[in-house]
């Protein structure tokens, strides 16, 4: 059983759309995250929900979107995509937040390729 | 900015060698991590080390961790093609609420 999966693992789709990325975790964690990383494998946290309650919200454009429907699952909504969004985004989980952050479980990730 | 600072970017050994990377960060931390992703897949935890510990083993991982310096750095023994791999450090500050992840290090094993 996959613990954190996302879906789709990959995306192309024009400037302009607006797609989503959906993740889904089955290990029970409070804690759910978002992690876009660019060409040079730079990871960059955007959002964190802890019980389907932001927390994090990083300088991220309001054109992307997180939706947490339960603490299971975190969405990821992006408008009006952009060239400079061509990326790999990943979800992650965790059991804790905060000083105690521990092990992060990341999904496989996907691949969003603007045209 | 949290984010960590891999050194070096990429490393090219023999199998069978050790393999040694390391890790600056610049605010205090609660703990330090290190991942590895393989190519085109997610990262996977390979180790934590709190801010009050020096040393932690792993099977043939060995991390280390200086406050003092803000630095880490994390030792592959006998290397082997397997772990071809980019490796990354983290950090959790205190008070943070996520990791902040470095640069990463591109780990090539020559069979």
């Known amino acids: 059983d996959t613990a954190v999966s996302q879906t789709p693992k990959y995306l192309v789709t024009q400037m302009g759309n607006d797609k989503s990325i959906k993740c889904e975790q089955n290990?029970?964690?409070?804690?759910m995250y978002w992690y876009k990383q660019d060409s040079k494998k730079f990871l960059k946290i955007m959002f964190s929900y802890n019980n389907k309650e932001l927390i994090i919200n990083e300088t991220v454009p309001n054109r992307f979107s997180p939706k947490s429907p339960d603490k299971a699952h975190l969405n990821l909504h992006i408008n009006s995509l952009e060239l400079g969004d061509s990326a790999v985004y990943f979800c992650?989980?965790?059991?804790?937040?905060?000083?105690?952050?521990?092990?992060?479980?990341f999904g496989e990730g996907s691949r969003l390729t603007v045209l | 900015s949290q984010q960590g600072e891999e050194d070096p970017q990429a490393l090219s050994i023999q199998e069978g060698e050790n393999a040694t990377m390391n890790c600056s960060y610049k605010t205090s931390i609660n703990n330090l991590q290190w991942y590895r992703q393989n190519s085109g897949r997610g990262l996977v935890h390979l180790i934590l080390?709190?801010?009050?510990?020096r040393e932690k083993h792993s099977g043939r991982l060995r991390v280390t961790l200086d406050t003092s310096k803000k630095s880490s750095s994390l030792l592959i023994t006998a290397s082997r093609a397997a772990d071809t791999a980019s490796y990354f450090c983290?950090?959790?500050?205190?008070?943070?609420?996520?990791?902040?992840f470095g640069t990463g290090t591109r780990l090539t094993v020559i069979p």
């Open positions: 080390i709190r801010s009050n510990e």
């Open positions: 290990l029970g964690h409070d804690t």
């Open positions: 983290a950090t959790a500050g205190r008070g943070a609420n996520n990791l902040f």
């Open positions: 992650a989980s965790s059991f804790v937040a905060g000083v105690n952050t521990g092990e992060l479980f």
